[in-house]
């Protein structure tokens, strides 16, 4: 079918040389392609707000006399930096789980996300979250501050300690915080503006993930508690998958999603880049869990160990229940089995033995199959399975330190019930998923509304999302070799 194209009308421009000099920037810039739209001016002009408030705030780093770097120090820093580098790498994986199983005329949308999504998280995170999440108390265990950015001096005492200095400390910290947000992308992907969710990520790492993250891991009112999530079960999975899921519910399904209640089948375009993503994201994770002892020791090589076992438990028991419900075995569920698995085993991977460990990802890999159906039911529409995986999976790897937990780096004594440690510690592992679920719900169903609010909602036009978001979006595709001609 041809269509025939109109000329559109003109509109008189203005040389260069004819207009005032007040005039001539601004006829410049509009001249360049992409800096046509008074949205793409606004954004331009934040560029000058940022300059002027780095030269306000910027530290520099103070000249200190520290003495001989001892074994202790290098071996420590070195690792954290070599873990920070395996987490952010997940990224890679991140955006070719989510990539692969969504359609094609999308991917350049989800890998712009998951690409950009990371500096924003870093920008966030060092302008104020991390001063947020490990600041300190200003309200007692709930809410912490330290002022703009951080101090990047290296005392003496670190060095003869053995201890991170602050820089390695803040990139690894980092990754984290851009994780959580990566999350998200997969929940709203296919339906969501872009310039909405980058605003939503900026307000995610920079104040909702640091506030809720501080309660355990700087000391707050969960430590307290006793409450247990070595590496983030909780507080960056599921927080992650919290806020995700407030943004896919206010979105709604993707169009033909749901036909009279039943879901239909929206096959991912590339389950070659799905697998690999998936064992780029198997990989990252030993800089995730290991990297969370925080210091290269003997615990390092077992924390691996338990992450491994847990990932292996997942992918079968996710394997096995989707063989005995769809027939066959279904590739993206070995995924999310894998997924779910290492997700089940993050919060106790320094707290479960191997068996423990292997039997939480095994567990994980049977509720990720039956948490996709029950989605589905509920008519929301989770495109690559996220909430299955970084959510219900993150509240159970939580509570399975209360279940059968040990306290394996300490004294060795039970935490969980059925090690005979009582319902204490699950009780207050159950108090802290509930916690993050709640804070995570009505901060992001706040954060969501009022960006909807401002930028005239935060779904594409019904129009770019049957054409796809690459081009709506983007203006480009990733396959254009395989584009139709119409």
Known sequence: MTTAMQTPQRRSRSKLQDVSLVDGPMLLLRSIRGFSSNRSLLWLATVPLALFGLGLFNL????????ELNAAFLANNLWLLIATILVIFMNAGFAMVEAGMCRSKNAVNILAKNLFVFALAVTAYWTVGYSIM????????????????????????TVADGGLVP????????AFAGTAATIVSGLVAERVKFGEFVVFALVLTAVIYPIS????????????????????????????????LVGAMLLGPRIGKFVSGKPQAMPGHNMAIATLGALVLWIGWYGFNPGSQLAMDQWVPYVAVTTTLAAAGGAIGATVISTMTSGKPDLTMIINGILAGLVSITAGCANLTLVGSWLAGLVGG?????AV?????????????????????????TLVVGIWGYDIQGDGSPLGFLVGAGFNQFFVQALGCAAYA?????????????????????????KEEIQGLDIGEHGMEAYPDFASIK
């Open 438 to 462: 709640i804070w995570t719900l009505v901060t992001c169903w706040i954060a969501w509304s009022v960006i909807g609010g401002l930028f005239g909602g935060i779904r594409v036009s019904e």
């Open 60 to 67: 520099s780093a103070h000249a200190a006399e520290l003495p």
């Open 213 to 244: 993250g501080s309660w355990q891991w700087n000391g707050g009112w969960l430590s307290e508690l006793g409450f247990v999530d070595f590496a983030g079960s909780s507080i960056v999975h599921s927080v992650g998958a919290w806020a995700g």
């Open 167 to 174: 820089t390695v400390d803040f990139l690894f910290q980092s």
């Open 373 to 397: 159906s029950a989605l589905d039911a509920a008519e929301i529409d989770d495109p690559v399975g996220a909430f299955s995986v970084h959510g219900v999976c993150g509240v159970w790897g």
């Open 134 to 157: 490990y600041g300190g108390s200003i309200a007692g265990g709930w809410l912490y501050f330290n002022g703009l950015f951080f101090d990047p001096t290296v005392t003496a005492e």
């Open 366 to 370: 049977v509720i990720v199959v039956f």
